[in-house]
């Protein structure tokens, strides 16, 4: 059996132990005050004698309105200053107790333990949270981290295909900007994934660890891991959500990496054709992007935050390795670019070319 070293991330506000490892659920709660958790996930938990919040792991979950019914759950509860919470669950789960942690009673102390691959292996570290409003996917948010993050495989042999495959795009988004040492890393623990899950998720952990501590606040470096995110919230608006984040990824990298200004090369081939595995192997996307809105997709795409009024801010594939960021125009024509790439790669998504 490997052995997983702790490892500590480094944040301006302060330092957070990242533990990996079997048994760390149970660590994890012996401090806790309150417990947020996912609905599906609360018949998972021992006995507690500490209040459990419930939360449906849904976009609907993540908004405004759902934090405060949150925020008042800790008033009811009576979680102090002083308390500490503890978030089960994947992404959505995430994002809210991120949210609630920071602005409860101006900030609570908080510990993670992500149950979802794409949880485990990407958003458990960063600290960000991100909140929808109205129809706007991740429109406001914030950066605090947790006190501590604890990874416990327990959770990963419940986890179906698509949840699988959205775990392992973002990780693979990650390697692959990372570097090309990075993401060759990548692809042997991905290999070795069902006998050792650890590897891979330590690996990746660990790649991101150097974006979030060079760029803390997300002003340079750190935005190149929105690589495949431009296009996949698009993607996702245009089709209500019916294809998952992780899965949106994939396809916002194939888009990505199929623009005029991407470099092209054998590393940008072994990620196409990883990317496009993990979507095979999902299930249900060709059904999920059976009704893309071509008008919401131009609409969420050119509102997205990185852009400015004149420039669309593009993460693409660089020569050498990794990705960049690129501006490009926003012109009729320069849509029209990304608006046909995006139309072929669909096609062979879903069997219509």
């Known amino acids: 059996m490997v052995a997983f070293s702790d490892f ?6 302060g330092s957070y132990e990242v533990r990996i490892g079997r048994d760390e659920l149970d660590a994890a709660l012996a401090s806790a005050s309150v417990v947020l958790v996912d609905a599906a996930l609360v018949d998972q938990l021992p006995p507690l004698a500490v209040p ?23 008033r009811e509860s009576g979680v102090r200053r002083s308390g500490h919470l503890v978030a089960v669950g994947g992404g959505v789960v995430q994002d809210v107790a ?26 458990c570290i960063g600290g960000k949270s991100s909140i929808n409003v109205g129809d706007v996917k991740n429109l406001v948010g ?29 990780a693979v988004k990650i390697a692959f900007c990372r570097g090309p040492e990075a993401f060759d890393r990548y692809l042997e623990t991905y290999e070795s994934f069902g006998a050792e899950p650890l590897e891979l998720i330590d690996h990746v952990l660990r790649c991101k660890k150097w974006f979030i ?21 698009a993607l996702e608006s245009a089709v209500a959500h019916r294809v998952p984040h992780g899965l949106a990824v994939s396809i916002g990298v194939l888009c ?45 795409f050119r509102a997205d935050k ?16 990794g990705v960049a960021e690129v501006s490009v125009g926003n012109g009729p024509d320069d849509w029209r670019v990304i608006r046909d790439l995006t139309t072929d790669i669909l096609a062979t998504l879903t069997g219509r070319q």
């Open 142 to 170: 914030g950066i605090y981290p947790p006190t501590a993050v604890a990874v416990d495989p327990r959770f990963l042999p419940s986890l179906g295909p698509a949840a699988l495959g959205c775990g392992f795009s973002e």
């Open 52 to 74: 459990v919040v419930e939360i449906e792991a849904s976009e609907s979950a993540k908004t405004l309105a759902g934090c405060e019914r949150v925020i008042l759950a800790l």
């Open 8 to 13: 500590v991330v480094s944040t301006s506000g």
């Open 213 to 233: 501590e060079v760029d803390e606040y997300d002003r340079k470096e750190r935005r190149l891991l929105n690589f495949g995110h431009t296009f996949g919230h």
């Open 98 to 123: 991120t949210f609630v942690a920071q602005v409860y009673m101006r900030g609570i102390d908080w510990t993670y333990v992500p149950t979802t691959l794409m949880a485990m292996a990407d958003s």
């Open 256 to 300: 990505a990496a199929a623009h005029p200004q991407a470099a092209r090369g054998p590393e940008v081939d072994r990620l196409v054709a990883h990317c496009r595995s993990l979507l095979a192997s999902a299930g249900g996307v060709a059904e999920g992007l059976a009704d893309f809105d071509h008008e919401r997709y131009e609409k969420a």
């Open 306 to 321: 990185k852009h400015d009024e004149h420039h669309f801010r593009l993460i693409l594939p660089a020569p050498g390795g």
